[in-house]
Every structure is written in C-alpha cells, then in structure tokens.
C-alpha cells in the first residue's frame, strides 16, 4: 500500500515504536500464537518497504540503538528478532510525525520486550543500526494443517537460516509434487484433496535452496494438526551490510 507522495526527507530512515503488537489475533505473516510459533517476544512488524507483500516473513535482523546517549542501552547491546508482523502505513499524518511505516520508509515495530532490551521504553522512537542475520531455531521447519476437503492450507514457521520461504511443493502418497501460492504471510494453499495420504513438503529459501521434508504427516493427519520436518543446515545465507541511520527523537502516539 502507498500513500500520496510526500516530502522525501526522512523517508529511508528506519525507526521503531515502543507499541507491543503481541496481542493481535494472527498478524500480517499469519503465525498466530506467536509462542507457539516459536518467535515469542523477538518479533518485529515491517513497513511496507521492508514487508514486501509478505515475502519476508520468518528473516530476521539483528538491531541494536545508536548515536543517542539519552535513549539507548549502555553498551549499546543488539537483540534479534524475527518478522512476523505487518506495520500498515498511516496516509493522514507525514513521514517525519506518525506516519513512520508510510511507504517508502523503512521501519520496524518492536514487540514491548524487545524494544526495551536495546533502549528505554520511554522513547518510543530511536535511531538504530540493523543487518540481516541468519536464524538459529530449534528443532525442525513445522508444517500446521488448515482447510478443507478441497482448500488445503498449510503454514509454515520454525525455518532457519534465511527464515523466508520463496517456494513451496507439497506431495502426496497418490500425487506427484503440486506447487503451492502464498495465501498470505507463511500460509500456502491449493486446491486439492489431499486428505487420507501422507505428506511430503519441498520448501525453497529465499536464496534459491530447496529442502524437501518426505511423509512429515502420516496419512490420518488432521487439520489443526503440526508436523515437524527437517531444517536448513549450513547455507550460504544472509551477508548484509550494515547501515547506519541517524535521526532526532520524535514523540509517538
């Protein structure tokens, strides 16, 4: 979503907000739970420059505060967080006073407890340096079963390494492979009857790897259900460049 063009100034320098998002229902990448999911507190809505129609869901960066002595954290520590969050532009107020995720800014809005490990709570909005990292998880991708007899939907968390899915296949014991279209966040569909066979995924990052999951859900899965499957070890991924972006307090509300 873009709104009506504005004054440029500003318009590429991330900020975040103090705003806690964890209570919203499901979230733009659709992890629900975010606990559940296995993002807990580290999260981080986008911008829409930053969000890109969903395709980044699951990346992570590593941000810490910087250049204001006021604000930031002594030491200026970084904390990692994944993106599992949509922050929607506000067209009625400008780039420089509220409208803070207007396209084509960068920015990031930091769950409440991430925010307060790399600066005071009090500020709300703080320069920053960020870089893309790649994603330490836990045990393997998981694959949540939703739909119906002929709508299958899976979503797809816990991914390492680069965390984006670009890609995805799924295969059943009387199919071949069947592409899959991004619903919306990390939810994938098509529509197929794939009920009373089991499962095997193909996933592709963002970089191009492909990594296939063989029969992750025995054929009596049902929906609601998660299935755990491999994880992306050891590829080349996510060699960002730092940037620095310097700006002057601003009161949010």
């Known amino acids: 979503m873009e709104c009506p063009k504005e004054s440029p100034y500003g318009c590429d320098l991330p900020r975040f907000s103090a705003k806690d998002f964890l209570a919203r229902l499901r979230g733009a990448c659709g992890y629900g739970d975010l606990h559940k999911a296995s993002y807990g507190k580290h999260s981080v809505g986008l911008s829409t420059t930053l969000f890109n129609r969903g395709t980044t869901c699951g990346a992570c960066y590593e941000i810490r505060c910087v250049d204001h002595i006021l604000w930031c954290v002594l030491g200026s520590p970084s904390v990692i967080v994944t993106a599992t969050d949509f922050c929607p532009p506000n067209c009625g107020l400008s780039v420089d006073y509220g409208g803070w995720c207007n396209f084509p800014r960068q920015h990031f809005e930091l769950s409440q407890p991430a925010f307060s490990e790399i600066a005071k709570t009090k500020a709300d909005i703080i320069p920053v340096q960020y870089k893309r990292v790649k994603c330490e998880r836990s045990g393997g991708m998981k694959f949540t079963m939703s739909g119906s007899s002929h709508f299958y939907q899976v979503l797809i968390t816990n991914v390492g390494q680069e965390g984006e899915v670009f890609t995805v296949k799924v295969k059943g014991s009387r199919t071949g492979w069947i592409p899959m279209a991004r619903n919306w966040g990390m939810n994938w569909h098509c529509n197929v009857n794939l009920q009373h066979q089991p499962l095997s995924f193909e996933v592709t990052s963002s970089t191009g790897k492909t990594l296939a999951s063989y029969n992750v859900a025995p054929s009596n899965w049902q929906f609601g259900q998660t299935f755990q499957g491999k ?23």
């Open 231 to 253: 994880q992306p070890f050891h590829l080349s991924c996510c060699q960002y460049s730092k940037l620095l972006l310097k700006i002057n307090r601003t009161n949010h509300h």
